[in-house]
């Protein structure tokens, strides 16, 4: 077999192998974003049940403006952050800022929480219980969801890292997916729902 032919036979196993490697790549990347969309969904529900919880404790908790206050702004600042991490998940920079706005909600949430356990009549209201149990709900959907996507970004961080691949991620500019990490201690405590 002449050596023209060994290495034009080479040559086709490198470019089939590169291809193959450039679409792995892409479809471990799109499952690790398909995976922080599932964290996007939940987190928009959130936010979107944090102002009726604000709303609805608001007529009992007068004396409390403050800590309403902390949460509407924790709530906001989060959900700015969520935003713009949705457009691209693997912008390690907007992922430590959510995780950082996320540790702050969770604190001013469960301040407002433990607040609100102070008065009877709001403990006793339907509007409140069913609020959060949603609330409840929605957080046990979130930790889900950051399971799902941290083993999502473990895998397309280790396609990323082998070799030969690692030449071709780097090549074609995949980078690393962020964890999903706790920052703050206080998020380590589940948010607390009691009815």
């Not at 996007?40 to 919880?53: A, M």
């Not at 941290?150 to 997916?177: H, I, K, M, W």
Request: glycine content about 4%; aromatic content about 10%; proline content about 3%.
């Amino acid at each position: 077999m002449p050596v023209s032919i060994i290495i034009i036979i080479v040559c086709i196993f490198a470019v089939f192998y590169a291809i193959s490697s450039y679409n792995g790549l892409v479809v471990q990347r799109n499952l690790f974003r398909n995976a922080f969309a599932q964290i996007d969904v939940q987190l928009k529900r959130r936010y979107d049940l944090i102002p009726n919880l604000v709303e609805t404790v608001k007529g009992y908790m007068k004396h409390e403006q403050d800590t309403l206050e902390k949460v509407i702004a924790a709530r906001n600042s989060a959900y700015s952050s969520q935003q713009k991490l949705s457009a691209d998940p693997s912008n390690s920079g907007e992922m430590k800022k959510l995780m950082a706005a996320e540790g702050q909600l969770q604190g001013s949430l469960g301040r407002l929480l433990a607040v609100s356990e102070s008065y009877p009549e709001l403990r006793s209201s339907e509007n409140m219980n069913r609020l959060q149990e949603e609330l409840a709900s929605t957080e046990n959907k979130i930790s889900f969801a950051r399971q799902a996507y941290n083993d999502a970004v473990t895998v397309y961080n280790t396609a990323c890292e082998r070799f030969p691949q690692s030449l071709f991620a780097a090549a074609f500019g995949f980078r690393n997916g962020e964890f999903w990490e706790i920052t703050n201690a206080a998020e380590r405590d589940a948010v607390k729902v009691t009815f």
